[in-house]
């Protein structure tokens, strides 16, 4: 598959605004690897290899350790996550999916308890900008890695 049009160039102006998005969150109290394992979670979760594979790159870059890499798709089983990982993927999880109640109470609660108002805001800001970077990655279908270049 070849990629379909590149967005960057065609509506510069709405590409810079995403990456604005994330330098807020880059910038934010959001601890970097509870930011980058929601970003490959819901990546996982959309189906978006460009993000999927960049999201791994830079947790790796970062150190994180291949066991909680390849246990991030069944982090609930797994025992090598923290509460304040869990109760992002959770929220991260649950705000990607939205059914018909939404994001439930009890998810949100726990998300409440593990950060505080700013850090949480930026993590709901981190969310929704890596589920609209997987609309691009997967409609424009972009191609794993090629950001490496």
């Not at 709405?14 to 929601?38: D, I």
């Not at 993000?51 to 390849?70: I, K, N």
């Not at 505080?116 to 609209?132: F, G, H, K, P, S």
Request: proline letters at 3%; charged letters at 25%.
């Amino acid at each position: 598959m070849s990629q379909r049009m590149k967005v960057a160039e065609l509506a510069p102006e709405a590409y810079k605004h995403m990456l604005g998005l994330e330098r807020f969150v880059t910038n934010s109290t959001l601890p970097a690897t509870v930011r980058e394992l929601v970003k490959l979670r819901v990546s996982q979760i959309n189906g978006c290899a460009y993000c999927v594979d960049m999201h791994a790159h830079d947790l790796r870059a970062m150190g994180e350790s291949d066991q909680r890499l390849f246990s991030l798709v069944a982090w609930r089983d797994a025992p090598f996550f923290s509460e304040q990982e869990r109760a992002a993927l959770a929220l991260a999880e649950e705000a990607t999916r939205l059914g018909h109640e939404g994001v439930s109470d009890p998810v949100w609660a726990e998300a409440e308890a593990r950060f505080d108002e700013q850090t949480l805001a930026a993590l709901v800001v981190a969310i929704a900008t890596i589920n609209a970077w997987n609309r691009y990655g997967v409609t424009l279908r972009l191609t794993p890695g090629s950001y490496r270049g």
